[in-house]
């Protein structure tokens, strides 16, 4: 299996600007996660997906912050408008109904937002 | 909300054991993790534990679970260099309001030693 694909895998742009995020899931996993990493804040669980429908997005920062799935192999997070706060690592990550609760990590995405 | 506690730093030897250690305060968590966390990439999970285990091994992994103190450990025999990264603790249960989302602990950096 490819994995969890997440594009682009670095971004820079400037303040204002709009940024997606994209994340492809691996096949047949039901749940999709999108996490942020600072060196500050470590981890964060932003939002959360069961079968294309948003469970939890207490985690999403500000009304900037938006993540979509409108299928079961695709999904978007948005940011509109960027801010420098907003640098960070995001991952996307994605579990199946089997053992362990497994949650598999894409290899991130790095945005620096000027 | 619910906790996960790992020391930041750890250093050893090649050729030495390593110890990463956690605790953690939800009571229901049925499942933890270890992942590991190279430069650049993202979270691979190691190995996990189911919470009605004390003790799981696999290769030059061991990870014990005293689940009356909270502590999970995890003990990497004969360290390579290649170990070195950052390792997190995780766990999920139904506290986290959902059994799939983890919470997860700040990372340990581990640096091993010529």
């Known amino acids: 299996d490819a994995g969890v694909i997440q594009s682009p895998r670095h971004e820079v742009t400037e303040m204002g600007q709009e940024v997606t995020l994209r994340c492809k899931p691996i096949?047949?996993?039901?749940?999709l996660f999108w996490y942020r990493q600072t060196m500050m804040r470590g981890l964060e669980l932003l939002i959360y997906?069961?079968?294309?429908?948003?469970?939890?997005d207490s985690g999403m920062p500000e009304d900037r912050f938006s993540a979509k799935m409108p299928n079961a192999s695709f999904s978007t997070l948005k940011i509109q408008p960027s801010e420098p706060r907003d640098s960070a690592v995001y991952f996307c990550?994605?579990?199946?109904?089997?053992?362990?609760?497994?949650?598999?990590f894409g290899e991130g995405s790095w945005l620096t937002v000027v | 909300g619910e906790d996960v506690e790992q020391s930041l730093f750890l250093s050893v030897r090649e050729g030495d054991s390593s110890v990463i250690n956690c605790t953690y305060t939800d009571s229901s968590s049925t499942y933890l993790y270890w992942y590991k966390q190279e430069p650049g990439a993202g979270l691979q999970l190691l190995t996990y534990?189911?919470?009605?285990?004390d003790m799981k091994q696999d290769q030059r992994l061991t990870v014990l679970l005293n689940k009356k103190d909270k502590h999970l450990s995890l003990r990497i025999a004969d360290t390579q260099t290649g170990d070195s990264a950052i390792y997190f603790c995780?766990?999920?249960?139904?506290?986290?309001?959902?059994?799939?989302?983890?919470?997860f602990g700040s990372g340990t950096q581990l640096t091993v030693l010529p």
């Open positions: 990550a994605s579990s199946f109904p089997g053992s362990g609760n497994t949650i598999y």
């Open positions: 995780a766990e999920s249960g139904e506290s986290s309001g959902s059994a799939r989302q983890l919470t």
């Open positions: 997906f069961n079968n294309n429908v948003p469970i939890d």
């Open positions: 096949s047949g996993h039901d749940y």
């Open positions: 534990i189911f919470s009605n285990m």
